[in-house]
T-cell receptor, first 116, second 110 residues
Framework: EAGVVQSPRYKIIEKKQPVAFWCNPI?????LYWYLQNLGQGPELLIR????????DSQLPKDRFSAERLKGVDSTLKIQPAELGDSAVYLC??????????????FGPGTRLTVL | LAKTTQPISMDSYEGQEVNITCSHN???????ITWYQQFPSQGPRFIIQ???TKVTNEVASLFIPADRKSSTLSLPRVSLSDTAVYYC???????????FGTGTRLTVIP
């Protein structure tokens, strides 16, 4: 079974440029997560989707970050414009979305973003 | 928000048992305790999950005392390939309290 797919794996851009990350979750997984991970830190949740609905986006900097999950499958995370401090690894994860318990999250390899 | 406290780093020799303790003093009644492992340049990987007492699977054991304010991940007979960062996570998927913290960096020495 294929795991969570993310692309690109690496991205280098100049500040003020836009950038987009793509995630394809495991087939049948209703819940999708986007995390940001800085060097030496644990992942920090940016947004969580239940199917097409963003149910937790309280940590998403909405002035420059946006996300969508059309048709409840693939998802895209966008930053516009990027700032130097956005340099980090962006992780996507998915889970079955079983209510009433804690789902096992399956993570993709991440996209390493470098903003120059 | 049920945040956690773990040691920043630990070293162990190959073949030894490693115990990593996580403190979560304000754990809520419905919270579960989950541990993830992360290798460099990879996303975290689920290891084990529990609610109370003891849980064991093919790779680890999880010990949770009656008050649930802490938990201990036990890795039997570690090998070099167990060198990684281990995260203790407390909460519910459906709640706004998914917090990984900084994790424990385990280094296994030959």
């Amino acid at each position: 079974e294929a795991g969570v797919v993310q692309s690109p794996r690496y991205k280098i851009i100049e500040k003020k440029q836009p950038v987009a990350f793509w995630c394809n979750p495991i087939s049948g997984h209703n819940t999708l997560y986007w995390y940001l991970q800085n060097l030496g830190q644990g992942p920090e949740l940016l947004i969580r989707y239940e199917n097409e609905e963003a149910v937790d986006d309280s940590q998403l900097p909405k002035d420059r970050f946006s996300a969508e999950r059309l048709k409840g499958v693939d998802s895209t995370l966008k930053i516009q414009p990027a700032e130097l401090g956005d340099s980090a690894v962006y992780l996507c994860a998915s889970s079955l979305g079983t209510s009433g318990r804690v789902d096992e999250q399956f993570f993709g390899p991440g996209t390493r973003l470098t903003v120059l | 928000l049920a945040k956690t406290t773990q040691p920043i780093s630990m070293d162990s020799y190959e073949g030894q048992e490693v115990n990593i303790t996580c403190s979560h003093n304000n754990i809520a009644t419905n919270d579960y305790i989950t541990w993830y492992q992360q290798f460099p340049s990879q996303g975290p990987r689920f290891i084990i999950q529990g609610y109370k007492t003891k849980v064991t699977n093919e790779v680890a054991s999880l010990f949770i005392p009656a008050d649930r304010k802490s938990s201990t991940l036990s890795l039997p007979r570690v090998s070099l390939s167990d060198t990684a960062v281990y995260y203790c996570l407390v909460g519910l998927t459906g709640a706004n309290n998914l917090f990984f913290g900084t994790g424990t960096r385990l280094t296994v020495i030959p």
